[in-house]
T-cell receptor
Framework: AAGVIQSPRHLIKEKRETATLKCYPI?????VYWYQQGPGQDPQFLIS???????DKGSIPDRFSAQQFSDYHSELNMSSLELGDSALYFC???????????????FGPGTRLLVL | RKEVEQDPGPFNVPEGATVAFNCTYS??????FFWYRQDCRKEPKLLMS?????NEDGRFTAQLNRASQYISLLIRDSKLSDSATYLC??????????WGAGTKLIIKP
């Protein structure tokens, strides 16, 4: 079965540079979530989109922005990168399935960002 | 206090043993609960959703105690491949999951 696709898988940037992470949800999934996971930490929710509109906002820094496009893929734009932004960035997707009790998020493999 | 709390472990368990994890949550209005498994440097993968009546999937059993606001995961006949970090997840809103810090499980031969 098709899974969530993220690109790039690895990214190295320098401080103050910008980065764009891409996420392609599972086909027919209409909701996309972004998470940041630092070393040894649990995933921290950044932001989510439903039907191309921002649906919820977590601990996303003002330097970051994101959007969901008409084909449901999403991009996380990160500017003025800081050393502390080095982390694994996961994208997850979901959709309500008729008859299901609760919605499940499926995660992509992540983009590992290293800021030097 | 974190919204979702777990014992970080590690739990060192011999192969074939039974092991149980608990997770507590602070928001009594939470409606959806999950256990995810995460292997080192990999993405979290859904292990089980947790239903009010409790549910079982092979060697794995999940229980929900709303009165005490905790969720449990029981693994029977543990395998070496069960070694991973187990993340307790609570749905805070329609779109936001709150994660526990994870419990590390190490199964030893």
């Amino acid at each position: 079965a098709a899974g969530v696709i993220q690109s790039p898988r690895h990214l190295i940037k320098e401080k103050r540079e910008t980065a764009t992470l891409k996420c392609y949800p599972i086909p027919r999934h209409d909701t996309v979530y972004w998470y940041q996971q630092g070393p040894g930490q649990d995933p921290q929710f950044l932001i989510s989109f439903y039907e191309k509109m921002q649906s919820d906002k977590g601990s996303i820094p003002d330097r970051f922005s994101a959007q969901q496009f008409s084909d449901y893929h999403s991009e996380l734009n990160m500017s003025s990168l800081e050393l502390g932004d080095s982390a694994l960035y996961f994208c997850a997707s979901s959709t309500w399935t008729s008859g299901s009790i609760q919605e499940t998020q499926y995660f992509g493999p992540g983009t590992r960002l290293l800021v030097l | 206090r974190k919204e979702v709390e777990q014992d970080p472990g590690p739990f060192n368990v011999p192969e074939g043993a039974t092991v149980a994890f608990n997770c507590t949550y602070s928001n009594s209005a939470s409606q959806s609960f999950f256990w995810y498994r995460q292997d080192c440097r990999k993405e979290p993968k859904l292990l089980m959703s947790v239903y009010s009546s409790g549910n079982e999937d092979g060697r794995f059993t999940a229980q929900l105690n709303r009165a005490s606001q905790y969720i449990s995961l029981l693994i029977r006949d543990s395998k070496l491949s069960d070694s991973a970090t187990y993340l307790c997840v609570v749905k805070k809103s329609n779109y936001q999951l709150i994660w526990g810090a994870g419990t590390k499980l190490i199964i030893k031969p």
